[in-house]
């Protein structure tokens, strides 16, 4: 089946610096991959789609790569501030044909120190 | 800026009693989801619904889940007989989906606790 691995421990960054996070996924070759933002208690808040065919999408602070061949991506956020502190979700639609179904990884922890 | 909204945002019922979930997902969009994330767990898809019907379901929606769009705007899900295992966040998401771009919208969450 589909595993996707995100960092399992925090990532503990000073303001202002960059912060990488990073998803890597098994055992399919999804279309797309997309990034979610979860506050404490909070649903998920989408934040960045990257097809497979995109090395690199930017939004603001934001960057996402997509490796297909090590089927990996990369989040980045650059300037970092103490707001940007939340779980960081990595999600792949699910295998197999006409699904919409996410799948999403278990998530890392990001806390920016002022 | 449209958004999902769920009710209530916390519910506490005690085990084998029948709970309702509700959501009003945004309006324009034809796809709906719910997800559960146990504490501390990944969040799992439990099922999606498109043009009044369930389009596809996990392993966790058993016959105790069944979902509804009893009118234009709301849609639930209903667990009929509560376990303590049921004891999660509930979301539900919306989207609109063209081509194989599909962004899902979710809403706050409604905390389950069985008791």
């Known amino acids: 089946s589909q595993k996707i691995e995100q960092n399992s421990e925090a990532l503990n960054i000073q303001e202002g610096k960059t912060a990488t996070l990073t998803c890597n996924y098994t055992n399919y070759s999804p279309a797309y991959l997309q990034w979610y933002r979860q506050d404490p208690g909070r649903g998920p808040v989408f934040l960045l789609l990257?097809?497979?065919?995109?090395k690199e999408k930017r939004k603001e602070r934001l960057k996402v790569t997509f490796d297909t061949t090590l089927k990996q991506s990369l989040f980045h956020i650059t300037a970092s501030q103490p707001a940007d502190s939340a779980t960081y979700l990595c999600a792949l639609l699910g295998f197999g044909g006409a699904t919409n179904k996410l799948i999403f990884g278990t998530g890392t922890l990001l806390a920016v120190q002022p | 800026e449209p958004e999902v909204t769920q009710t209530p945002s916390h519910q506490v019922t005690q085990m084998g009693q029948e709970v309702i979930l509700r959501c009003v997902p945004i309006s324009n969009h034809l796809y709906f989801y719910w997800y559960r994330q146990i504490l501390g767990q990944k969040v799992e898809f439990l099922v999606s619904?498109?043009?009044?019907?369930?389009?596809?379901k996990s392993e966790i929606f058993d016959d105790q889940f069944s979902v509804e769009r009893p009118d234009g705007s709301n849609f639930t899900l209903k667990i009929r007989s509560t376990k303590l295992e049921d004891s999660a966040m509930y979301f539900c998401a919306s989207s609109v989906v063209y081509g194989n771009k599909n962004i899902q919208y979710f809403g706050a969450g409604t905390r389950l606790s069985v008791l």
């Open positions: 990257i097809r497979e065919n995109e």
């Open positions: 619904f498109y043009n009044n019907e369930i389009s596809e």
